[in-house]
C-alpha cells in the first residue's frame, strides 16, 4: 500500500455525500473516499491483524465491498463506522481464518509422521518368536503338529485339514485347539 496522503478529518456529512456518489459510479468519489479515510481503516486492520500485507489485503477489500455495496448503505449511519467495522470484522476473518489453516496444517503434518522405529529390535522380535513357536511344535503331538501346520502355515481351512488327513472334521478342529493350547503354554514358558 503506498503511503496515504494526510488529509483532515472529513464531516460525517462529506463522506456520506461522497458514499452516494460512489453509489451512482462516480470514479473520483470513490478515490476522494479512500484518500480521506483509508489511513483509518489501514489502521484498523493492522491493530487487529499486525501484519501489513494483510492488512493492506484487507484495506482493499474495504474498498471493493464498498464499491460494490454503496448503493444500499444507509446514509443515516456513520460512514466512517461503517468502514472500520468492515476493516474490523474482515481482520477477525483473517486471524481466525488463518489460525485454522494452521491448526489444520499441523494436524496433518503430526499425521502424516511416521514414528520412528528400531527396524533392527523388530526383526530380532520376529526371530524370536519364531524359534519360540518352533521350539514349541516340538512340544506337541504328530497329529497335533500336522494339523497346525496345515492349518496355520499353509493356510487349509479347517474342513480342508480334515480331507487331506482323512478325519472327522470335529477331530481336526479339537487337535488344533489342543495343540494351540500346548503350544501357548510352552511359548510363554520359554519366553519367562
Excluded: C, N
Excluded at 93 to 122: C, K
Amino acid at each position: 500500500m503506498t503511503t496515504p496522503r494526510t488529509h483532515p478529518d472529513p464531516s460525517p456529512g462529506e463522506l456520506s455525500l461522497l458514499v452516494k456518489r460512489v453509489a451512482d459510479g462516480d470514479r473520483q468519489a470513490f478515490a476522494q473516499l479512500y484518500d480521506l479515510t483509508s489511513p483509518r481503516v489501514y489502521g484498523m486492520a493492522l491493530r487487529v491483524i499486525r501484519d501489513a500485507g494483510f492488512s493492506e489485503e484487507i484495506t482493499q477489500e474495504v474498498y471493493l465491498t464498498v464499491w460494490r455495496t454503496a448503493a444500499s448503505y444507509d446514509t443515516s449511519g456513520s460512514v466512517m463506522a461503517w468502514l472500520l467495522t468492515m476493516a474490523h470484522r474482515r481482520s477477525v476473518d483473517r486471524i481466525r481464518s488463518e489460525t485454522a489453516s494452521r491448526r489444520r496444517t499441523l494436524t496433518h503434518g503430526r499425521e502424516s509422521v511416521t514414528p520412528a522405529f528400531d527396524e533392527v529390535a523388530e526383526i530380532t522380535e520376529r526371530r524370536e518368536t519364531v524359534r519360540l513357536i518352533r521350539a514349541g511344535l516340538a512340544h506337541l503331538t504328530p497329529v497335533q503338529r500336522e494339523s497346525i501346520e496345515l492349518a496355520y502355515f499353509d493356510g487349509l481351512t479347517y474342513r480342508e485339514v480334515a480331507e487331506r488327513l482323512q478325519v472327522a472334521l470335529p477331530t481336526v478342529k479339537s487337535r488344533i485347539r489342543d495343540g494351540m493350547r500346548r503350544l501357548r503354554l510352552s511359548v510363554v514358558d520359554a519366553a519367562a
